[in-house]
C-alpha cells in the first residue's frame, strides 16, 4: 500500500504510521516467556529486560518472572530465558556451568549476524560494528568474536579505529539503527578504508526499516509525533530522529498516554503516533483514546508496508516429535 496523505482543511487529525509495534522478533521472545510461565509455572529467570518496554517487563514479572542482569544471579538448575538482543557465548557457558535451563529468545535476524560475525573472524577479517556501546545485542554480537571485532559507536570512532589489513575490513551492525546514519557512518569509514565490505545481507532488520520508512511518510505532515516506547529502546529512540529529520514539527517519547504533556499539544493540528519494535498495541491505543478525548478524533493510518513474518517459538518451547 502506498502512502497519501490529503491535508484536510485545519481540522485536528491524527495519523497512525504503520508498520509499528510488535516486530516478528519481540512476539517470539514475549510468547516464549509466556509459553515458559504456563509450561513450568513461576517462577521463571529471564537475563535482562525480554525486551525494552516497561510494560511488558511490568507485566511479564506480575505473571511471576523473574528479571536478573546475569545467570549467576539464577538458581542452580532454574530455567533461564536469554532475551531477544542475543547474548555472547559466554553467557551460555556460565548457565551451563550453573546447570540452567536455558531458553533462548534471542531473535534469529541477530542471530544472523552472531553468524556473520563468526564467519569473518574466522577468515580473520577486522570487523567493525557499528552499534551502540553498552546495548545489550552490541555486547552478544561482539562477544562472538572479541578479538576481531571493534565497536564503531559515533564520529569519534571513525577517527581512531586501526585495523590491521585494510584489504580485509567488513563492517557490520545493530539490527535497530537509524539506516540513514548507519549508511553515513559507512560512507566515512569508507573514505578511511576503501575496501570496507558490506555486510553479505542488511544488518538493520525489516522491522527497524520498516518503522523508519513509515514515520518518514507521516512525518512531514506532522506537527507533532508521538513514538510509544521506552526510554532504553533503541529502535523507538531512532523513530524520534528520524522522525524530526523527515520534518515533524517536534516529537517525543513516551512510555504511556500519561506521559503526554498537554503543552505538547498547543497549536498543534496534526499528530502523528508511531512505536516502537518492543511496544504492545494496547499502548498505542491508549495514546489514540487520550487524543480522542481532547478533539483528535479523525485517524488516518499511513501504511507503507505490510509485515507477514513471524518466527516459530525457541526450539526448547516446541512440542517435541514423538518418534513412530
Ligand atoms: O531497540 P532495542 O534493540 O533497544 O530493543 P527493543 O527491545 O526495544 O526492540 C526490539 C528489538 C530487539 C529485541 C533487538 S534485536
Ligand atoms: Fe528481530 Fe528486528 Fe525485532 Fe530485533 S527488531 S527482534 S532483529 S525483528
Sequence with gaps: MTASIVPSSGAKRVLLAAPRGYCAGVDRAVLA?????????????????????????????????VFVDEADEVPEGAIVVFSAHGVAPTVHEK??????????????????????AKRFAK??????????NGH?????????????????DGADDIASVQVRDPEKVIWLSQTTLSVDETMETVRRLRERFPKLQDPPSDDICY??????????AMAPECDLVLVVGSRN???????????????????????????IDEAWLDGVRTVGITSGASVPELLVRGVVDF?????????EEIS?????????????LRPRRVAR
Excluded: M
Design 33 to 65: 516467556v509466556e509459553k515458559a510461565l504456563d509450561a513450568h509455572g513461576a517462577p521463571v529467570y529471564v537475563r535482562k529486560e525480554i525486551v525494552h518496554n516497561r510494560h511488558v517487563v511490568e507485566t511479564l514479572a506480575e505473571r511471576g518472572a
Design 95 to 116: 548457565a551451563a556451568e550453573r546447570n540452567l535451563r536455558t531458553i533462548d529468545a534471542t531473535c534469529p535476524l541477530v542471530t544472523k549476524v552472531h553468524h556473520e
Design 233 to 259: 529502546s533503541s529502535n523507538s529512540k531512532r523513530l524520534v530522529e528520524v522522525a524530526l529529520d523527515a520534518g515533524a514539527g517536534a516529537s517525543y517519547l513516551i512510555d504511556f498516554a500519561r506521559e
Design 123 to 132: 577468515e580473520d577479517y577486522d570487523i567493525l560494528l557499528v552499534g551502540h
Design 304 to 316: 507503507t508496508a505490510e509485515e507477514t513474518l513471524t518466527f516459530s517459538l525457541p526450539r526448547e
Design 207 to 216: 522491522a527497524t526499516q520498516n518503522r523508519q520508512v513509515a514515520v518518514k
Design 291 to 299: 487524543l480522542a478525548e481532547r478533539g483528535w478524533e479523525d485517524v
Design 136 to 152: 545489550e545485542e552490541v555486547e552478544g554480537t561482539a562477544g562472538e568474536a572479541p578479538d576481531h571485532v571493534q565497536l564503531i
